[in-house]
Nanobody, 117 residues
Framework: QVQLVESGGGLVQTGGSLRLSCAAS????????LGWYRQAPGKQRDLVAS???????NYADSVRGRFTISRDNSKNTVYLQMNSLKAEDTAAYYC???????????WGQGTQVTVSS
């Protein structure tokens, strides 16, 4: 019953920036945690950044200081601002929302980020 729609992916050169958006079909107040994950070809899907309902953020070591997760409750949207992009950031990025009801939370369809050097 929850839909998450990601957007904002694309092609960017090393050192560039992108801003990903994830729009939820219901109030994001209903979620305990919102997060961004990424999956590169042949790799596992790993957490990039998350933000709790209380505003506590968490980042993967590889992106800390470069990426920023934020949310706009009025727009039911969570963002991932990605700066100083590196080739290793290339992956499909997925939005995830957890509400404590559905095991594993809800997932968006993903948006591709490709960083070229």
């Amino acid at each position: 019953q929850v839909q998450l729609v990601e957007s904002g992916g694309g092609l960017v050169q090393t050192g560039g920036s992108l801003r990903l958006s994830c729009a939820a079909s219901r109030s994001i107040f209903s979620f305990n945690t919102l997060g961004w994950y990424r999956q590169a070809p042949g790799k596992q899907r790993d957490l990039v950044a998350s933000i709790t309902s209380g505003g506590i953020t968490n980042y993967a070591d590889s992106v800390r200081g470069r990426f920023t997760i934020s949310r706009d409750n009025s727009k039911n949207t969570v963002y991932l601002q990605m700066n100083s992009l590196k080739a290793e950031d290339t992956a499909a990025y997925y939005c995830n929302a957890k509400d404590g009801i559905r095991s594993g939370g809800y997932w968006g369809q993903g948006t591709q980020v490709t960083v070229s050097s």
